[in-house]
């Protein structure tokens, strides 16, 4: 068996024109949704990520901002400019890009952000009403996840799903989403002691680690949907993923693709809670 490969670039492209829909009407309403990001330091792989957040903000039509600080920045000065975003209507959406240097406190940071702003979902309190089935914002690539499961069509009610990582980020939102869609969710990570013992009883198996390839065909249940989450770059300088893809399509059913897949999804969603935000905004 050779596994449909989810497209997500496709599945962007489409969300993304009634996104932009959306952000006419809204700005023809006179709430131009607003979203605002923050990057402190050099971290050259955050630096493209900025840069494509901003680039599909002004492609469907969402103002956006951003605020460059170096490394050695104090923590306060940064704390102040998301005050000030905190207060200025125009911003919809704060986004601190992550890693944040050694020397800042991240939850300090985090918490900063409005919880009715923070379009990335990581504020303790939406992280709460995510647990308690109730959320806000749903973190943008968990999010993105589901909406790519969705547009397959995919059932998740009993099925089994395994989530590789216990990220803040990732692993730990995913395991929410997916015990709220009434999968049977097991969370492996590094200390996990048998992690194939586990991959291979995954309907849906999620790899959120961030180490290149290892997960492998033989790891996978025959006819699992394999959704790679990690981003790496290899030596000679080409993205793959935690999955190696050329084993692992050939016993998968369905399988997204890095770069392609979850990737694209991301920032889609970022955009989704963005204009989100604006429409209650509006509302208010
Ligand atoms: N760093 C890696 N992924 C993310 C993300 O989704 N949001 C932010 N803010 N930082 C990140």
């Given amino acids: 068996m050779t596994a449909k490969i989810l497209d997500g670039n496709a599945l962007s492209a489409k969300l993304r024109e009634s996104l932009r829909h959306r952000a006419a009407e809204l700005t023809a309403q006179g709430c131009r949704p607003g979203l605002a990001v923050i990057l402190v330091g050099e971290n050259p792989a955050s630096q493209v990520y900025v840069r494509n957040k901003i680039k599909a903000c002004e492609a469907v039509g969402v103002h956006s901002e951003r ?3 170096a490394a050695d920045t104090p923590p306060q000065t940064v704390l102040d400019k998301i005050a000030a975003l905190n207060a200025d209507p125009a911003i919809h959406g704060i986004l601190v890009q992550l890693p944040l240097p050694p020397h800042y406190d991240e939850s300090e940071v985090l918490e900063a952000v409005a ?15 995510l647990a308690q089935g109730n959320p806000r914002f749903i973190s943008c690539t968990p999010y993105g996840v589901m909406e790519m499961l969705s547009a397959e069509g995919i ?3 009993g099925m089994e799903a395994v989530v590789v990582g216990r ?13 709220g869609a009434s999968a049977t969710v097991t969370v492996c990570h590094s200390q996990t002691r048998d992690l194939a013992f586990h991959t291979r009883r995954a309907d849906i198996l999620v ?8 997960i492998t065909g033989d ?10 989450v990690g981003i790496n770059r290899l030596p000679d300088g080409k993205l793959c ?3 190696d893809f050329e084993s692992a399509k050939e016993v998968a059913s369905l399988i997204t693709p890095v770069p392609g897949g979850v990737g694209p999804m991301t920032i889609t ?8 935000s604006a429409d209650r905004a509006s509302a208010r």
């Fill in 269 to 276: 969603m970022l955009l989704a809670n963005t204009i989100e």
């Fill in 115 to 129: 919880a009715e702003k923070d379009v990335d979902g990581f504020h303790a309190e939406n992280v709460g009403l």
């Fill in 219 to 228: 790891m996978i249940k025959p006819g699992a949907v394999v959704i790679d």
């Fill in 241 to 243: 993923g935690d999955v």
């Fill in 167 to 179: 990220s803040n980020i990732v692993g730990k939102p995913m395991t929410l989403l997916l015990i």
């Fill in 155 to 157: 059932s998740l009610r």
């Fill in 67 to 69: 605020y460059e600080f």
């Fill in 207 to 214: 790899a959120a680690v961030g180490k290149a390839k290892m």
